[in-house]
């Protein structure tokens, strides 16, 4: 009697899984696309190709009202100094006179908040399948979020404020940086300083890795990268740190979508192991 109820307890356990997934092929298509599943790699690459050329078009489309965008700029300048919080220019001018720093501060903006983002969306694809499409669409809805942000209140970044001291590094050191410097200004738009999508996205990324990686010395590289970041944007005159806010709202906003969406922040989604056949051990599909 002990072997029949032994044998039938792993009847019921496996036959659990063909009747979770049959139950899951049946629920409608709200209900499957909030479900996690592996991502399918060639709409992933065009699907990230397209919007990142979306995001660009957009936000260099957007009416460059370089008045009102100094006019804004002043303001908040007046206001950090009013706050006692007006720091920019100190660090501006302190890290300019580090030559081998700025210069490596002006590579670093131009390139790591691609380089490194695209970096972490190719990790999780491969990595957390399973959390991979709510932590993108928190990425997705924090870009969205600043577009509109450069639509309703065009900025310009210190570099550009009239009668202001603030050191342009790019064009001082002759280095490859910013889209808005030097011959590179007329292919972007130079007053879509706020919110800052280099801090909304390098938190993003810093999160992502901080909560999901395992080794402890990737989770400190994921609480410095933002910590530096803001540095960067800071000591390059590219941005007030008040931008850095900004972006921080918009990766909120983020994030709401995505626990409305799927019911629980994307980082507490379960992982989706690789495949493994039918004998894969349920130990790997643990978050």
């Known amino acids: 009697m002990g072997d029949s109820t032994v044998t039938s307890l792993e009847d019921r356990g496996n036959t659990a899984a063909p009747d979770s997934l049959t139950a899951a092929d049946r629920a409608g298509p709200l209900t499957r696309l909030r479900t996690p599943r592996r991502p399918r790699l060639w709409f992933e690459i065009v699907l990230i190709a397209v919007s990142y050329w979306t995001y660009s078009l957009i936000r260099n489309a957007v009416p460059e009202q370089r008045g009102e965008a100094l006019r804004n700029a002043d303001w908040l300048w007046r206001t950090e100094h009013h706050l006692g919080i007006a720091v920019e220019e100190s660090v501006n001018h302190s890290l300019n006179s580090v030559t081998w720093l700025i210069t490596g501060m002006n590579y670093y903006y131009a390139t790591l908040h691609f380089?490194?983002?695209?970096?972490?969306?190719?990790?999780?694809?491969?990595?957390?399948?399973?959390?991979y499409a709510a932590t993108r669409l928190v990425l997705f809805v924090t870009t969205g979020a600043a577009l509109i942000g450069y639509y309703l209140y065009p900025l310009a970044p210190p570099r550009l404020m009239n009668g202001s001291t603030f050191v342009d590094t790019v064009l001082v050191h002759h280095t490859w940086g910013s889209m808005a410097s030097g011959d590179l200004k007329h292919m972007s738009n130079q007053y879509a300083a706020m919110p800052s999508m280099h801090i909304g996205w390098s938190v993003w990324c810093g999160l992502t890795i901080f909560f999901l990686a395992k080794a402890p010395w990737a989770r400190v590289l994921g609480v410095l990268y933002p910590m530096a970041t803001l540095t960067v944007i800071v000591a390059t005159a590219n941005h007030f740190w008040l931008d850095a806010v900004g972006g921080l709202l918009c990766l909120a906003l983020g994030?709401?979508?995505?626990?409305?969406?799927?019911?629980?922040?994307?980082?507490?989604?379960?992982?989706i192991p690789e495949p493994a056949g039918p004998a894969a051990s349920p130990k790997a599909y643990a978050p």
């Open 255 to 271: 994030f709401a979508v995505a626990r409305i969406w799927y019911g629980r922040l994307p980082y507490a989604l379960p992982r």
């Open 115 to 131: 380089v490194v983002t695209l970096g972490v969306l190719v990790w999780l694809y491969r990595r957390h399948p399973g959390r």
